[in-house]
């Protein structure tokens, strides 16, 4: 009884179905060229038709796209929430939302149509939504920032001009990234020049891995700026009061500073991996390595919505509605205390 030969991981081929051509394998993250089927191999030799990988990928953004499209439809539907923070929750939810969408169709383009063409749309697709993702973010964290600094003035005209005006320069910088890879910018002309996810070049990726890291940078330091205005305006109700530092006000003050401090936590841990690697690999490197770090970077938008929406107490109170019908006491009730920032 002859043995028979051994079976690589599919996620090992930038093609889904290349290991029915016995095609040579390159090591980039991609689904790329699709070789027709050899016929000759036997049903046992075959191993399975889909990479893992993709499967985590799909039902990542098939939860991404669920979950961002109810607080796009709550944002929408409510008249309420139209001030400049919820547009900015709604941008992000619109990104996040869209960047799950692109994440199926890539999949489902991957395995029926096989169109190096449908690959470049969908890949821009995705491209364009996580810039969109990222930069909401930022804004969010600008609005955040300019709410605590100029607090007495924030509720204005200038204010709301102030944010659609970085919700167009936002999104109109997302759709140029999200373009490059379909007006040419791709590697699918010369392998060599791929970065870890084909068909975006090596020098694609660094840009976009070196403005990641500059945003990063940025919020970091707005967040920094943030804990100082709080641990302040905390510090003067307590002089005012005559609270000691053990008082609930300090103590929810100090929950606040948490809150900030998970939230950058939270998104750091979920892109840098990507980042760093996708700055010093290429596509000569196990596409394992890549796979492990891009799936936790989607996870930043699965939990986006949970820390910029879900504690919201206006996007809870219709959420409530949209639900029930009715919104519960202790929701309705709730003050606001500085861990909600």
């Not at 470049?120 to 955040?144: C, H, K, P, Q």
């Not at 804990?227 to 609930?248: D, E, G, N, S, W």
């Not at 991996?273 to 700055?279: A, D, E, M, Q, R």
């Not at 989607?298 to 107490?313: D, E, G, K, L, M």
Request: contains cysteine.
């Amino acid at each position: 009884m002859s043995e028979e030969p051994p079976v690589s991981p599919s996620w090992l081929s930038p093609d889904p179905t290349a290991w029915a051509s016995g095609a040579p394998m390159d090591n980039s993250t991609s689904l790329g060229s699709f070789p027709a089927e050899d016929s000759s191999l036997r049903p046992s030799q075959l191993p399975l038709l889909v990479n893992p990988w993709d499967i985590v990928l799909c039902s990542s953004g098939t939860l991404i796209a669920c979950e961002n499209a109810l607080v796009v439809l709550v944002i929408w539907q409510n008249p309420t929430l139209r001030a400049p923070m919820f547009l900015l929750i709604g941008s992000l939810a619109l990104a996040d939302l869209l960047a799950g969408l692109g994440l199926v169709l890539h999949f489902t383009c991957a395995y029926l149509l096989r169109s190096d063409s449908a690959q470049l749309l969908t890949v821009g697709l995705v491209v364009a939504s996580f810039s969109a993702s990222v930069f909401s973010l930022l804004a969010i964290t600008v609005d955040r920032y300019l709410s605590l600094y100029y607090a007495l003035t924030y509720n204005s005209e200038r204010t709301a001009a102030f944010t659609y005006t970085m919700l167009v320069l936002l999104w109109g910088l997302s759709l140029c990234l999200g373009l490059l890879p379909v007006t040419g910018v791709n590697c699918l002309a010369e392998e060599v020049t791929c970065s870890v996810v084909r068909p975006l070049t090596k020098n694609n990726i660094a840009v976009l891995s070196v403005s990641f890291l500059l945003l990063f940078g940025l919020m970091l330091q707005l967040y920094v700026q943030i804990c100082k205005i709080v641990m302040r305006h905390a510090h003067q109700i307590a002089l005012q009061h005559h609270f000691l530092a053990a008082t609930p006000h300090y103590v929810t003050t100090r929950k606040g500073v948490s809150t900030l401090a998970i939230i950058l936590g939270t998104f750091a841990a979920c892109w840098m991996p990507f980042t760093v690697y996708s700055l010093i690999a290429d596509y000569t490197y196990p596409p394992l390595y890549t796979y492990a770090t891009l799936v936790p970077a989607t996870y930043n938008s699965v939990i986006n919505p949970v820390i910029y929406a879900f504690r919201n107490q206006e996007i809870q109170k219709a959420l409530w509605l949209v639900c029930c019908g009715c919104v519960p006491t202790s929701v309705a009730h709730r003050a606001r205390t500085p861990s909600d920032v």
